[in-house]
T-cell receptor
Framework: NAGVTQTPKFRVLKTGQSMTLLCAQD?????MYWYRQDPGMGLRLIHY???????AKGEVPDGYNVSRLKKQNFLLGLESAAPSQTSVYFC??????????FGPGTRLTVT | GDSVTQMEGPVTLSEEAFLTINCTYT??????LFWYVQYPGEGLQLLLK???ADDKGSNKGFEATYRKETTSFHLEKGSVQVSDSAVYFC??????????????WGLGTSLAVNP
């Protein structure tokens, strides 16, 4: 039972490049989330999903897109990376109305 | 709307000192309350939780009691260790359907424990 896994762990992008972060969970959770964590800002919700095929915007969705084609996977895309997207990205999942379980994070640097 | 307020850090303690990290909340109804811990370079881990008033969550020597009358969920530990150095986050989850999809987070409190 791996819990929540994230791929990749580290990435460096140049401004304007695109990339996709992959999150996978093996707990059969309905809900999945993408956060970013920046110094002094706590955790900010980017997008979330309450079930396969559904997505919704969080607090800071601009510049990101997501997809949940399979229940166990939640993808976060950056179409045209900007230096302001340099951050640590965390994926999480939860059962309905329950606590969230987090992945180990992806450290992204945009130069 | 719902919100969580945590004491600002950083908090610096000596080993074996008593720890309190304050957390207060604003919410309609009766939310569930959580403390998460983030060790350096890692993701967040659930430390403890409480789902109703007067419940006490406990784990690894940490405790927090859900106080509805003071809308608080303060984290305490009687004797901290160097290995407790981490960032601690308080969070709430609303009970009502439709609002129970997202955790509301505090900003985190950094704790450093010196030998």
């Amino acid at each position: 039972n791996a819990g929540v896994t994230q791929t990749p762990k580290f990435r460096v992008l140049k401004t304007g490049q695109s990339m996709t972060l992959l999150c996978a969970q093996d707990m059969n959770h309905e809900y999945m989330y993408w956060y970013r964590q920046d110094p002094g800002m706590g955790l900010r919700l980017i997008h979330y999903s309450v079930g396969e095929g559904t997505t919704a915007k969080g607090e800071v969705p601009d510049g990101y897109n997501v997809s949940r084609l399979k229940k166990q996977n939640f993808l976060l895309g950056l179409e045209s990376a900007a230096p302001s997207q340099t951050s640590v990205y965390f994926c999480a999942s939860s059962a309905i109305g329950a606590e969230q379980y987090f992945g180990p994070g992806t450290r992204l640097t945009v130069t | 709307g719902d919100s969580v307020t945590q004491m600002e850090g950083p908090v610096t303690l000596s080993e074996e000192a008593f720890l309190t990290i304050n957390c207060t909340y604003t919410a309609t109804g009766y939310p569930s309350l959580f403390w998460y811990v983030q060790y350096p370079g890692e993701g967040l881990q659930l430390l403890l939780k409480a789902t109703k008033a007067d419940d006490k969550g406990s784990n690894k020597g940490f405790e927090a009691t859900y106080r509805k009358e003071t809308t608080s969920f303060h984290l305490e530990k009687g004797s901290v260790q160097v290995s407790d150095s981490a960032v601690y986050f308080c969070a709430l989850l609303a009970r009502n359907a439709g609002n129970n999809r997202k955790l509301i987070w505090g900003l985190g409190t950094s704790l450093a424990v010196n030998p």
